[in-house]
């Protein structure tokens, strides 16, 4: 195996292992994202098992005698010596020095937004509840009840009567 698929197949294997996928399905909430998800993963697994059982295996060495005896042996020592000469050359990654510091920082910026949105989110359900109290409230509620809960507007309003402004 060369040493470039051995390394692709070994982060390959490595990323399987690390990857979180029943935490990330936990995480879905549509109908249509859990199947994008089941397509995603398929396809990953399928990449995966292609390049473990691509790259895992040695070629099987070959059997320079078997073809000398059918063909001749001159030209098989023809062949053997171009096919001995061959060098491959290996993998030099420049690749993921320069992504690798790009990627680390959009993690980072991930993280931040994901804190983010979190407390937006925690916001939001807080509103949400409020409004659907003050929904439940609104036919029996005062109005002092409401400028209560909401002192800017007592005082809008109060300040509009105050200064004589009705609106037009």
């Keep these: 195996m060369s040493g470039a698929g051995k390394k ?17 399905a936990k995480l879905l909430v549509t109908e249509e994202a859990r199947k994008e998800f089941a ?8 990449v995966n098992s292609t390049l473990q059982t691509k ?7 070959i059997d320079w005698e078997y073809y000398r005896k ?22 030099v990654d420049t690749v993921t020095p ?4 790009k990627f680390e920082a959009l993690i980072v910026e991930l993280k931040e937004a994901e804190v983010k949105s979190l407390k937006e989110s925690e916001r939001l359900e807080k509103e949400i509840a409020e409004v659907q109290e003050l929904k439940k409230k609104i036919s029996t509620m005062t109005a002092n009840e409401y ?22």
């Design 8 to 24: 692709v197949a070994d982060v390959a294997l490595k990323a399987s292992r690390t990857i979180d996928w029943d935490g990330m």
């Design 39 to 46: 397509t995603l993963r398929r396809a990953f697994d399928e």
């Design 55 to 61: 790259f895992s295996q040695e070629p099987e060495p």
């Design 70 to 91: 059918g063909v001749g042996s001159r030209l098989v020592d023809m062949y053997k010596e171009a096919y001995d000469s061959i060098e491959i050359p290996k993998f």
């Design 98 to 101: 320069q992504y690798k510091p």
């Design 147 to 168: 400028f209560e809960k909401h002192p800017e507007l007592k005082k809008k309003f109060d300040d509009e009567i105050r200064n004589d402004y009705w609106g037009y």
